[in-house]
């Protein structure tokens, strides 16, 4: 009877005990997410190692003009019938490349952001896209935790970028910056600071 009793024991314990393991492997796996930290998101560990993370704001935008800038686009054989509405949308996602690359709270990630104007109601053009800007990005990023005057400083992050509107001359548009990205909260309140340079280019 006491080798029943004791096997049964043993059979309702097990599930719990493998519980608090999983449980346990979770909270050393995954390191806590701070909201509106993008580097503590990027440190966070998942099962699945493609996994895409936000970096800037996703966004879809119905938006209209008083003016469109139509001599920037004037070599398009449809520059003159632009309309003045258009579907403005950005996509933002970052992925880490190597977690610790300087200390435990660090990361090296990388970034692609992709800003479009759509000309969607423009149907006798076939709603042409008048502009995309591709943004590829690479970083070091810490998480961080000082705290100064009721802000916390939760982000530090030292990057390069480049963007570009992908096409030929005389509509071409490119430049490649270094830049700095600081951000800190405050109760409800966020702020973030980015200042850049733009690296000198060859004529």
């Given at each position: 009877m006491?080798?029943?009793?004791g096997i049964v024991s043993a059979t309702l314990l097990m599930?719990?005990?493998?519980?608090a393991e999983e449980a346990k492997e979770q909270q050393i796996h995954d390191r806590p997410a701070v909201r509106g930290s993008i580097?503590?998101?990027l440190l966070q560990e998942h099962d699945n190692p493609f996994t895409l993370y936000p970096y800037d704001p996703n966004y879809l935008l119905y938006t209209d003009t008083s003016d469109i800038n139509k001599e920037a686009i004037k070599t398009y054989n449809w520059a003159d019938k632009a309309r003045k509405d258009e579907?403005?949308?950005q996509l933002s996602l970052a992925f880490p490349l190597w977690r610790g690359i300087a200390g435990d709270n660090s990361v090296l990630g990388a970034s692609y952001t992709q800003?479009?104007?759509?000309?969607?109601?423009?149907?006798g053009e076939s709603s042409p896209?008048?502009?995309t800007n591709y943004e590829p990005q690479?970083?070091?990023?810490?998480?961080t935790d000082y705290r100064f005057a009721g802000w916390t400083l939760r982000d530090v992050e030292i990057g390069v970028n480049h963007q570009s509107n992908g096409r030929s001359d005389p509509t071409s548009r490119s430049w490649n910056r270094g830049y700095a990205r600081l951000m800190?909260?405050?109760?409800?309140?966020?702020?973030?600071?980015?200042?850049?340079?733009?690296?000198?280019?060859?004529s």
């Amino acid at each position: 009877m006491r080798i029943l009793s004791g096997i049964v024991s043993a059979t309702l314990l097990m599930p719990a005990l493998a519980l608090a393991e999983e449980a346990k492997e979770q909270q050393i796996h995954d390191r806590p997410a701070v909201r509106g930290s993008i580097i503590a998101n990027l440190l966070q560990e998942h099962d699945n190692p493609f996994t895409l993370y936000p970096y800037d704001p996703n966004y879809l935008l119905y938006t209209d003009t008083s003016d469109i800038n139509k001599e920037a686009i004037k070599t398009y054989n449809w520059a003159d019938k632009a309309r003045k509405d258009e579907v403005k949308y950005q996509l933002s996602l970052a992925f880490p490349l190597w977690r610790g690359i300087a200390g435990d709270n660090s990361v090296l990630g990388a970034s692609y952001t992709q800003r479009s104007w759509w000309q969607l109601s423009n149907r006798g053009e076939s709603s042409p896209f008048r502009e995309t800007n591709y943004e590829p990005q690479l970083f070091v990023g810490w998480a961080t935790d000082y705290r100064f005057a009721g802000w916390t400083l939760r982000d530090v992050e030292i990057g390069v970028n480049h963007q570009s509107n992908g096409r030929s001359d005389p509509t071409s548009r490119s430049w490649n910056r270094g830049y700095a990205r600081l951000m800190a909260q405050n109760g409800n309140w966020q702020v973030d600071l980015k200042p850049w340079f733009r690296f000198s280019e060859s004529s």
